[in-house]
């Protein structure tokens, strides 16, 4: 990468007319070539063996003492690490962008799983405010309840709680799935742009409130819909989709998908057809 | 950012002075301005016991005014002078600290509205709480401070509920701290996580039926609304029920009388709450590890949805 301070000739991105200001500082530009794809990878990541399994004790250190222990055993390899005695704190295993079996022995506090890209997480416990917020690939299970704001922004992956869950379950959600065993609280879905919710249970008021796009799927009653909101024929291919989600997803086998409620946005947006991070990823 | 927390042991009594400390002091990272107790502690039930302050603590950031020491020592003596006017004898009395004192009373009080008009009449007096089994106990400094600064970690009861503070709507003092009582009920208290959107006019209303507020802290409209309900026949639940429309704004908030724990979550479930509930305990608070500084082991605990209240009894 050129050295951004000394840059002096015009880059690639303002010949393009894409920027025209003099970069300094921190600041950095990456772009995707499909060509160069192999040498893609984010910084701090490692190879690790999923069979190559250890212990983790966190119930004397701190958030951030825990979370580096993690990175550490990911850079000796390890590919599946159990975590004991959370006990509920916050914070716990953020950051994440290997491939890694996680899991929990416990509950997690607030923050859990956030801004992670690829592990698959296992949590036999209950998890707190805004788990896997910003979540962009990978899978995280909660076997227990979770708290509101579940999912919050995230853009890829599944995330699936087989309890109950808060208010403001996918609040601006941008791709991923999430899928919940039990009810939802207020404001499920709400401000989310893309990807789809899935509740087997009850949702609470303001359903889909001002979503701009993406779907919710709800087994059970629903308290009221938000603005913007409205039903949707519930095609042979979403009851399809949904069988597949919720087998692979070891939640709701039986459950029968054909009486479901399908939840779309109402309204059209333009310009708002441009990809999303994940979904770049998935063109290169 | 505030946080609060309760717990209320069914059938058996419990350090609770020591729990909530706990409790508390794994919520101090939302707010160390204040933290304040209302414990119910085990008593014969004969007397009242009032907890009052006769001035404001000035140091560790207060936003209060020096006094002399000199001043307390004037206003309660009148405190003394005016209970004895009343008939009320004192039974037992602690000085903790200069401006906070705590009375065991022996009095057959008619009417609490009156008793509390006429002592709170003192300039600079503020009665914290009154009652046969409450006590409210509340500082500046985290829970720690506040606990070994009034040895709280002995004390034995069935429930309590507190409140770490990190002050926006008023000042840092001992009058806006939580937890309220509500007055001029005996044994009701309250605490609030949250703001308040229609304080003023709430309490304009409120005012000219009556009821009194002793701070700006929008938290106490909360103990001074529901006690006026009850004052109009309802009962604690139907008053919290009715604070979901009533009061505007975001909330979770907890209410505790003598023999019951309740909590009120606004209908857009903004503020944190998480709950354990079993046969002999139910434990809560704005994030689990409060919850944990008690109940260390795994177990299953859940948020409430929007818009619940829920009430148990010891």
Same mark, same amino acid.
């Given at each position: 990468m050129a050295n951004l301070k000394t840059v002096s000739k015009k880059s690639k991105a303002q010949s393009m007319g894409m920027h025209t200001e003099v970069l300094t500082g921190r600041t950095q530009q990456k772009f995707f070539n499909p060509d160069e794809a192999e040498n893609f990878y984010y910084f701090g990541t490692y190879d690790v063996d999923f069979n190559k399994r250890t212990e983790l004790d966190v119930k004397d250190m701190t958030a951030p003492e825990a979370n580096k222990e993690i990175d550490n055993l990911m850079s000796q390899g390890y590919g599946t690490i159990v975590i004991k005695n959370p006990q509920g704190k916050h914070s716990l295993g953020v950051g994440i962008l290997n491939k890694l079996n996680l899991i929990f022995e416990g509950s997690l506090g607030y923050f859990g799983m956030g801004s992670c890209d690829g592990p698959i997480v296992r949590i036999n416990g209950r998890v707190g405010w805004s788990c896997a917020e910003n979540l962009m690939a990978g899978k995280v299970v909660i076997e227990k309840n979770a708290g509101s704001c579940f999912g919050a922004a995230i853009r890829g992956g599944d995330l699936i709680c087989k309890g109950s869950v808060g208010a403001r379950t996918g609040i601006d959600m941008k791709g991923g799935t999430i899928i919940v065993g039990g009810d939802a609280g207020a404001f499920t879905g709400f401000m989310m742009q893309r990807g789809r919710i899935i509740i087997l249970g009850d949702v609470g008021i303001n359903l889909g409130d001002s979503m701009y796009d993406g779907t919710i799927f709800v087994g059970g009653e629903i308290g009221s819909y938000g603005s913007d909101a409205v039903d949707a024929e519930l095609t042979k291919s979403d009851q399809d989709w949904l069988k597949r989600k919720l087998k692979v997803a070891e939640i709701g086998e039986n459950f029968d998908v054909s009486k479901m409620k399908k939840i779309v946005a109402g309204k059209k947006l333009w310009n708002y057809d441009n990809l999303e991070p994940t979904e770049k990823k998935g063109a290169i | 950012m505030c946080g609060i927390a309760g717990l209320i042991h069914r059938g058996k009594s419990s350090n609770v002075g020591s729990e909530l400390q706990g409790m508390l002091q794994a919520l101090k990272h939302r707010g160390e301005d204040s933290t304040g107790y209302a414990l119910y502690g085990d008593t014969d039930g004969k007397n009242f016991i009032m907890r009052f302050k006769v001035g404001e603590n000035v140091g560790e950031g207060s936003s209060s005014v020096m006094e002399d020491v000199s001043v307390y020592d004037e206003r309660k003596k009148i405190v003394d002078e005016t209970l004895a006017e009343m008939g009320a004898k004192i039974v037992k009395e602690e000085r903790t600290l200069p401006y906070s004192l705590r009375y065991e009373i022996d009095y057959n009080v008619k009417d609490l509205l009156e008793f509390s008009q006429r002592i709170e009449s003192i300039p600079g007096v503020e009665i914290l709480s009154m009652g046969k089994s409450l006590e409210v106990i509340k500082d500046l400094g985290n829970a720690k401070m506040v606990c070994d600064r009034y040895s709280l970690d002995k004390v034995v009861g069935t429930h309590a509920i507190g409140h770490a503070r990190m002050a926006t709507e008023s000042g840092v003092d001992i009058k806006s701290a939580h937890p309220f009582w509500g007055y001029p009920f005996s044994d009701v208290s309250v605490v609030h996580n949250g703001q308040l959107t229609n304080y003023w006019n709430n309490r304009r209303v409120l005012e000219n039926k009556g009821m009194r507020f002793m @701070?700006?802290?929008? @938290?106490e409209l909360i103990a001074v609304y529901l006690a006026e309900k009850m004052r109009d026949g309802a009962t604690l639940e139907e008053g919290m029920k009715a604070s979901l429309t009533g009061l505007d704004g975001v909330f979770t908030y907890f209410v505790a009388t003598k023999d019951s724990l309740g909590m009120a979550k606004d209908t857009m479930a903004a503020k944190p709450l998480v709950l354990y509930e079993s046969d002999d305990l139910v434990a809560m608070g704005s994030e689990e590890i409060a919850i944990r500084s008690v109940l260390p082991q795994e177990i299953d605990t859940y948020d409430p949805f929007d818009g619940e209240v829920k009430v148990w009894q010891i």
């Open positions: - | @701070s700006e802290c929008d @938290s």
